[in-house]
């Protein structure tokens, strides 16, 4: 059931024993989100733990300052946060959480409606944007740190206020933020403006790595395991890495292929207009956004690349034929 | 003289024959004020013009869009838009208009005060953020056209919001140029989005060319005339990479040494707290901000670099004595 903000504070300030979920190979909306959730249900005096499949690697460490660990409970009311298809949960937790989310709060139109209350705002440009207005019907002031978790859902999922999805209340937002002390230089300073040494080596190896086709219309890019070995990065720190392709002058379509311990590939697509990403994503079983969408393959590399170019080739044709 | 916002609209609204000056090497911010001007003005009926040393690159000329040409007239007011240092017009500008410029409108704290009337806002992160002011002033409506100017002037000096001069007051200001019709999406894809290949090829032979000093701390980049021969990249393209070197972890001072035709280097430092960008260029005889400031040094690159390095040895050396 589709339902507004005041209902989401309605039912979060009635339960209690709060499960928050994150999605799998987790970003900084779904994590900005769940910790900055976290703050505001422990404010409420509420106990409350967040769950991700995936490690949370450091950078993200500062969402977790001041949270009490409440140690394990029978969760009474689970909620997913940026969570667009139960499955992005990891496929075990899937099984495990099928029909019991009770609330989910995301901005993916592609939302495949999963949980039984559903907070959708798809013209958020980060699911973060949502969490500004939560923070008030729920009459929980924004602290500093509530302030940094959901300042970091925002300037990560805007690509910091560049990507077509940032509006003007994106930034009214932004600056509400700052103002209720969001560290905006140090955040984007951890996430825009440094490298370390092993995800620097890693782009370069990713850089050597793209092809062009279709006369320069799409790149593509793949990243191996072999590489994270051989420039000591991993997979934590390939945020950056799917917009690489796509900033190549004349590229409508850039893909990202990378490859997963298991083998398989999680594909990240970029796209320009009119390129529509999420479309050709979920042709692959997958789904996203307009201009940024994903899906995973399990294939080999080759084959991957061929069922991604397929689609892309249709979707270049289709281009052509209304141009 | 130090004026505010209301004196410069009525200096602009008293005088006609409007000479506009932007700094050599120009960037968003001095042609998105200089452009954005031109445009309030010839709203008032003025006849005006803009100058500038150096070719201004076909990316920015959709900031003269619906302008008119005013053709050649003996200029009545002289105003400098962006400009700290009158040097930073060209040498030959600044000897003909010396003593001349009626109007600097400016955010840089180092501004030298050569003009008669000087309107400085040194917390603006962008001169652009002035000119939202001016317009009000002015009574001029902001357009599509000059919300475009405005837009790229703040997001180019912010490195779209990313800088550390970002405030919350850049973000409002934003938000109002988007609901003005500002094409963020665009503006933001062209500036920050896109890569031509000669400048990708570039940017892999100046990362090629990194070498790092103090344990980590500093990371210098060359950029020779040579480099852009094999590249196919020139002058007009390089206002990314001083944000290279202080990209990688651990580095305070990210150092960029450009060679110009006549032999001489631009320097672009870089810098995280608590390193001082603007007092170590101003000793070089260069000025600017508390992280990015620059000077032109006429020497060998070698000896331009250990002039460079040995300003910075003594920066660390007072920070390590601090700390």
Do not use: W
Not at 39 to 52: F, G, W
Not at 68 to 74: I, R
Not at 88 to 99: F, H
Not at 239 to 257: F, H, K, N, W, Y
Request: hydrophobic residues 40%.
């Amino acid at each position: 059931m589709l339902i507004d903000v005041a209902r989401a504070a309605s039912l979060l300030r009635e339960n209690d024993d709060i499960l928050v979920l994150c999605h799998s190979h987790p970003d900084g909306d779904t994590l900005g989100c769940g910790f900055g959730l976290m703050h505001m249900l422990q404010k409420l005096n509420k106990r409350c733990r967040l769950e991700c499949a995936d490690i949370i690697v450091k950078k993200y460490q500062f969402m977790t300052e001041g949270l009490c660990d409440c140690g394990d409970f029978e969760p009474k009311f689970i909620v997913a946060v940026d969570v667009a298809d139960i499955k992005l949960l990891s496929d075990a937790s899937a099984q495990k959480y099928e029909g019991r989310i009770d609330l989910c709060i995301d901005h993916h139109g592609s939302n495949l409606h999963y949980a039984k209350n559903l907070l959708l705002d798809a013209s958020a440009a980060a699911c973060a944007e949502i969490f500004c207005e939560l923070a008030d019907e729920l009459g929980v002031e924004i602290t500093p740190k509530i302030a940094d978790c959901l300042y970091t859902g925002i300037s990560t999922d805007t690509g910091c206020f560049k990507f077509s999805n940032t509006t003007s209340h994106t930034h009214v937002l932004a600056a509400r933020l700052i103002d209720c002390g969001a560290d905006k230089a140090e955040i984007n300073r951890v996430f825009f403006e440094t490298k370390s040494r092993s995800y620097a080596a890693l782009e370069r190896l990713a850089l050597d790595s793209m092809r062009m086709y279709f006369d320069g219309r799409c790149a593509v890019i793949t990243i191996t395991q072999e590489m994270f070995r051989k420039s000591g990065s991993n997979d934590g720190e390939t945020d950056a890495i799917p917009s690489l392709a796509r900033q190549i002058e004349g590229v409508l379509a850039g893909v990202t292929l990378k490859e997963s311990k298991d083998g398989s590939f999680k594909v990240s697509l970029r796209t320009h207009a009119p390129m529509d990403a999420s479309k050709i994503c979920k042709r692959l079983g997958g789904g996203g956004h307009t201009r940024a969408a994903g899906c995973r393959i399990h294939a080999p590399c080759e084959e991957v690349e061929r069922l991604v170019l397929e689609q892309i080739k249709t979707e270049l044709d289709e281009i052509d034929t209304t141009e």
